[in-house]
Each structure stands twice: as C-alpha cells, then as structure tokens.
C-alpha cells in the first residue's frame, strides 16, 4: 500500500509540467533578463560556425519563419559605419534579405551592430538625416516635371515676310469670302483713310455681320510698285521659274529700263519721306539678290531708323562701304565672340606648341628651300617681283576668309542706323546691281511692298479662300474650317487679321505660317534697344493701335520665325523655326 502511495506521489500533473517548462533556461541562449542587460559590445547571434544548428532540444522552430524572424524583432541599426561605406547599397542589400532570406553574399546584422543597441537610437537619428539625401539622388525625383508654356495675350512680332498662311479652326470661316460689292468698297476705303471700327468681343453670328466682312476686306490691303498683272513680283530671289515664258518687253528696250527705274526711283524716295515723317511704319525693298527692311523711329525697340539686309555678299558690303555707308554685321560679331571664348581654351595649349615648333621650324626651313629653288627660275629672267608669289596670295585668302564664310547666309545680315539710312536709300538708287543685267529679271527694279499708300504705288488685296473638312480627331470626326491666304503677307496685315478672328472664331483657332526663307533673320536684334512708347509719331502712320504697339516691342526671335500660331481661350501659343 505504501509503495502505491509512493508511486501516485511520484506522479506530476500537467500543469506542473507545464511550469517546469516555462522555468527551464534556454540551452546556448540568453534570457530575456539577460538580453536587456549585455553589454554594448555582446554579439547578438551565435558565431557563424553554429548558425546551422539548433538553438535548444527543448524549443521548436517555426516553420512559417524566415531565418531572419527567428533572431528576433527587428533592432534599429546603424547605417553609417566609421569606413564611410555606401549607405544606398548596404539598403539595397539588406531589402534583397528580407525578401529571399537568403544570407549569402549579404552582410550579417552582427557586423552592422558592433557598437551595440545602446547606441542605437543615437545612430538611427542619423539614419533619419541621409535617408532624403539618398532618394533626392534618384534623378527622376531631382527634375522638375516640365510645364507647359501659359499662354500669353499677345505674340511675339514677326518682321519676316509670309507667302502663305493657313488658319484652321471648329468654327465655320465662310463668313470671309465672297463679300458683297459695298462691303468691299467699305474696307478699301477705310484702309485708305486708316479709319478702324471696334467690333463686339462677343459675335454670334459672324456671317450675319457686314462690318466684320469689311474689316477682313480692310486687312487684305497692302501697296506695291511696280505692278505687273501677268508677273507674281514677289518673291524676287530665286524666282526665274515664275518669269520664264512671260512677256518682258524691257528686256531688250533700254528706254523702258530707264523709265522703269525713273519711276522706281521716285517711288523709293516717296516711301522714305514718309517713313521719316512717321506716316509710314516701315516698307520692304525685294531684289533679285536681297531684301532690304526700313522702320520707322520706335518700332522694335530703336529710337531711331533702322534698316537691315539680307543676305549680302563681300562685294556688296564694300560697294556700301564706297559709298560711305556705315553698318554693322550684328551676327558677325556674335560669331566673333564665340571664337573669341574658343580662342581662350587654346592658348592653354601654347606652351606645348611652342616646344614644338623647333621641330616645325626645321620642316619650314625645308619648305622655303624648295620654294625658292621652284621659283628661282623667275629671277633668272628678272621678272621675280613682277610675279605675285603663292605665299602672298595665301595670306590675302585667309585675312578674307570669315567674311566670305558668311556670303549668302543669314549671319551676313547687315544693319543700317540713323542718318546713314539716308545714304543707303541714295546707294540703292544709284547703284547697277540692284537690276539684273541678265536672266529672266533683267532691267526690272525691285519690287517695294509697304501697308500704306505712297507715289507711284499700287493698291493690292490678299488672296483668301475658305474651305470646309472633315477632320478625323480621337476616333471621330469633327468638322474643321480653315481659310488660306497668299501674297506677301506683311507683320502688319498677319495680327489685323489674327486680331479679327480672335473676335469671330471665339478665340479658338491656329495658324500655319509659311515664311520667305531670306526675310527670316529680319528679327535679329538691333543695337540701341530702348523701346520708347512713341505713340504720337506714329499715331498716323495707317495701322490699328494694336498693331503699333506690337510692333514696338523689341524682337525676340532672333535668326527665327514663326511657324505656327495657336490660341485657345484667348491666349496664344507658337513655334519658331
């Protein structure tokens, strides 16, 4: 009975069991009362030899957690190390494990951890600091995302001449053709006495609006001279095609030639006494050769008259230069100074060149003994300094090479100021290159274009011609009107009549121009740029308001011009090319 007793007495319940348990130490690891108080410098993990086995018989493993879990919750750990190493790679490295758990190739958190976690919080206030630092980095998070450009009230003036503009817009444009015999005659009328009604802002039915038609008719006018109705004068550069099989009785009749250009003379100092007087903003003179823009004092930012051509060759310039008139090649001197900067970069390497021009200077001597010995036969006759030598005739060619470099392009435009305006219109008439001496266009003068009326001058009307289509946009199509006009157009009549579609399309609409290569470069800056707001001399001058105060800004374009023009809500944009 004893030995029963003793037996049951032997027996433990479960709970006792349990509690044993929850007592018994961890084997080959620390207590929570011990983890917390190790010292700075204890590793946290067995050494790498007993990773691979188990932590204690009595425990069991998680199956459902990576190797990593198992050391514990994550720590704050210090990601600037006393080696300065790449605090963006060891992150990269770190990801990567805890994604895979795999440990090879990675850094151990023993090695990451080695001032211990006392120091931790410290460290992790500067983990907080160079974190930004590396996603600003990320070159894609650094750029700004490009903006739009917003759109202005206004663009910017172009000086170039157009010979086509097609404008296109959702609402219909049949309201610009065929206009009724008085509309007509109302804006040739008022175009003659530069008289300008104001429209409503707000037109709903532009067809039903006959001074809106009137208006468009007034936009259309511009003057030329000569007029020929079976010769297009314009444009004169490269335009053989257009003369070749037309009538040119002047052609082998000089008392015509001399007419013509008595007339043309008379006309040109007509165009100028009005541009001097302020009741002519500006006119262009179109040769077979180049184009020649005059403007009035307070146009594109000058305080005085200006007057640039383009494009000009060497003998030009100093034909002009002869005649003693003064100009500057505004581009010129930009190049100049761009070669100037490169020159800077070179004369770092003089020092080098001249170690070797001990070995250049024994090739030179070579040289000049073999010239010598080619041309000594001259001296045998004695006619060697009659004979210009190849040397001389180099120099010559190299002193002459960056103005010949620029003949015929647009960095060979050439600016006239002030007084010596007077002197170039004198050159024109006077000089013989100004007429073809042969070709299609011989004995005929220029051609001169202006927005108002002057002497000799003949009154002449864009072509416009309206169409409707149907335009295929996102998958639908939309109805589409445009209207295309042709002619030498000029700055003047291309914003008259942007301003006038503004108001009858609603501003919505957009434009493609077509500039007449050569007149480009007319919007290169001029030398004294005050743009004084000279209204009251030229508030006379045959242009809407508007328009005059356009034109007084000073050019922005540069060697460019406009190619397309588009406003929507009122606001324009556009592209240059």
């Known amino acids: 009975m004893d030995e029963q007793t003793n037996s049951w007495s032997s027996c433990k319940r479960p709970a006792d069991i349990i509690r044993l348990k929850r007592k018994r130490p961890r084997d080959g690891g620390e207590s929570p009362g011990e983890s917390g108080s190790a010292p700075a410098s204890a590793p946290l993990t067995a050494p790498p030899g007993l990773r691979g086995l188990p932590r ?19 720590k704050k750990v210090a990601l600037i190390d006393e080696d300065h190493e790449d605090v963006g790679g060891l992150i990269k490295l770190m990801s990567a494990e805890r994604t895979s758990g795999d440990r090879r190739g990675c850094p ?17 206030e500067t983990e907080e600091q160079h974190v930004p630092d590396l996603l600003l980095e990320n070159p894609l998070e650094v750029a700004p995302v490009p903006t739009p ?166 003998g030009l310039r100093e034909a002009m230069r002869t005649e003693g008139v003064e100009f500057s090649v505004p581009l010129l001197k930009e190049r100049r100074k761009i070669s100037e900067q490169h020159k800077a970069f070179q004369l770092r390497g003089e020092e080098e060149e001249e170690e070797d021009k001990e070995f250049l200077q024994v090739d030179d001597d070579c040289q000049k003994g073999d010239e010598e010995d080619s041309l000594s036969w001259l001296k045998e006759m004695g006619i060697q300094d009659k004979i210009r030598t190849p040397e001389g005739i180099n120099i010559q060619l190299q002193k002459g090479a960056p103005t010949l470099s620029v003949d015929h392009k647009p960095e060979s435009v050439v600016r006239v100021e002030g007084s010596h305006s007077f002197n170039l219109i004198n050159f024109l008439i006077n000089c013989k290159s100004v007429v073809a001496a042969a070709g299609s ?84 800056k001029t030398g004294n740029e005050q743009c004084n707001k000279a209204v009251g001399t030229l508030a006379h001058c045959g242009l809407p308001p508007a328009s005059v105060d356009q034109l007084q800004q000073p050019s922005t374009l540069g060697k460019t011009a406009l190619t397309h023009i588009t406003m929507k809500n009122h606001s324009y944009t556009w592209k240059t090319g």
């Open 149 to 314: 450009p917003a759109g202005c009230a206004e663009y910017p003036a172009d000086w170039s001449l157009k010979t086509r503009v097609l404008f296109t817009s959702p609402a219909s444009l049949s309201w610009t053709e065929q206009p009724k015999a008085q509309e007509e005659a109302l804006g040739l009328s008022n175009s003659c006495r530069a008289q300008f009604g104001a429209l409503p802002h707000d037109l709903q039915e532009p067809r039903s609006w006959s001074e809106l038609r009137s208006a468009f008719q007034q936009c259309l006018v511009y003057w030329q001279h000569p007029s020929l109705p079976w010769l297009s004068l314009f444009p004169r550069i490269n335009a053989e095609k257009s003369f070749s099989g037309k009538n040119t009785p002047w052609t082998q009749d000089g008392a015509v030639q001399e007419s013509l250009m008595k007339e043309w003379s008379v006309s040109l100092s007509s165009l100028y006494s009005l541009l001097k007087a302020g009741l002519c903003p500006y006119f262009y003179v179109c040769s077979y050769q180049f184009t020649v823009l005059f403007r009035a004092a307070g146009l594109a930012g000058s305080h005085c008259i200006t007057a640039l051509i383009s494009p000009t060759t060497r």
């Open 56 to 74: 204690s018989r009595g425990t069991r493993r998680n199956p459902f957690v990576t190797s990593d879990s198992t050391l514990g919750p994550p």
């Open 108 to 124: 151990s958190r023993d090695s990451l951890a080695e001032t211990g976690l006392s120091e931790g919080d410290s460290r992790l």
């Open 441 to 524: 266009q011989t004995g005929l003068p220029p051609t001169l274009l202006a927005p108002t009326a002057f002497r000799g001058a003949t009154m002449n009307v864009l072509k416009g011609r309206s169409v409707n289509a149907r335009n295929l946009v996102d998958s639908a199509y939309q109805n589409i009107s445009s209207l295309e006009v042709t002619g030498p157009i000029l700055p003047s009549s291309l914003h008259a009549i942007t301003a006038l579609l503004q108001t009858a399309q609603k501003g919505d609409f957009s434009a493609a121009l077509y500039t007449h290569t050569p007149t480009a470069v007319m919007n290169t």
